[in-house]
């Protein structure tokens, strides 16, 4: 079955520190990867997207892709209270008959505590 | 850019009342949609996706006859919750796809709740 697994947490992170949030996808030939953040009550909003081996950064984010160990994670840096959200993180996972579909994970629980 | 809108962003009805959800992308074309759900505490659940001016694909256990979505455009998914009982209580939330990426966008959400 065709998966996008993250812990689900919560992570608690001191504010100024840096969190670090993990994420495994099934299938091999996946090549489109994203993180959306969630705050409680409100619709995702897409943060970051990486289509290649290595790190993307953008402001307090980098986002980090390991294509041969099939694994994403996204680090925040000097996190804030205002980082406290739901991180999900998204694949596109071959749904079959030559199609891809944007598979989400339940997503991790981040508290940045002040 | 990027902008989806859904319209209403909270509606209450009565049991057995249809209710319509207006998603649109409003500053690209998007020829893909979809539309989730979200209960309290859960993750999203993918209900159907929706392709401009064909039928929807419907997620296993989602009935196709009381959730009936329409992509009439490029810009336009309505999504209607047909007699509506309180379980269809939850959070929907429409996301667009501009078509040159698998990068969705999402709606602002809508919260359905049935008396």
């Known amino acids: 079955q065709k998966e996008v697994e993250q812990n689900s947490g919560p992570l608690s992170v001191p504010e100024g520190a840096i969190a670090s949030l993990n994420c495994t996808y099934s299938d091999r030939g996946s090549q489109s990867f994203f993180w959306y953040r969630q705050y409680s009550g409100k619709s995702p909003e897409l943060i970051m997207s990486?289509?290649?081996?290595g790190d993307k950064e953008d402001g307090r984010f980098t986002a980090q892709l390991n294509k041969a160990s099939q694994y994403v994670s996204l680090l925040i840096r000097d996190s804030q209270p205002s980082d406290s959200a739901t991180y999900l993180c998204a694949a596109e996972l071959y749904s079959g008959a030559g199609s891809y579909q944007l598979t989400f994970g339940k997503g991790t629980k981040l508290s940045v505590i002040p | 850019g990027a902008v989806v809108s859904q319209h209403p962003s909270r509606v209450i009805c009565k049991s057995g009342t249809s209710v319509k959800i207006e998603c649109r992308s409003l500053?690209?074309?998007?020829?893909?949609m979809f539309w989730y759900r979200q209960f309290p505490k859960q993750s999203l659940m993918l209900m159907a996706t929706?392709?401009?001016?064909?039928?929807?694909?419907?997620e296993q256990g989602v009935e196709k006859d009381k959730f009936l979505i329409n992509h009439a455009s490029l810009t336009l998914s309505t999504l209607t919750v047909t007699s509506a009982h309180p379980e269809d209580s939850s959070f929907y939330i429409c996301?667009?796809?501009?078509?040159?990426?698998?990068?969705?966008?999402f709606g602002p959400g809508t919260r359905l709740t049935v008396t």
């Open positions: 929706s392709n401009e001016g064909s039928k929807a694909t419907y």
């Open positions: 990486i289509y290649s081996n």
């Open positions: 500053d690209f074309q998007a020829t893909t």
């Open positions: 996301s667009a796809e501009p078509g040159n990426s698998y990068e969705q966008y």
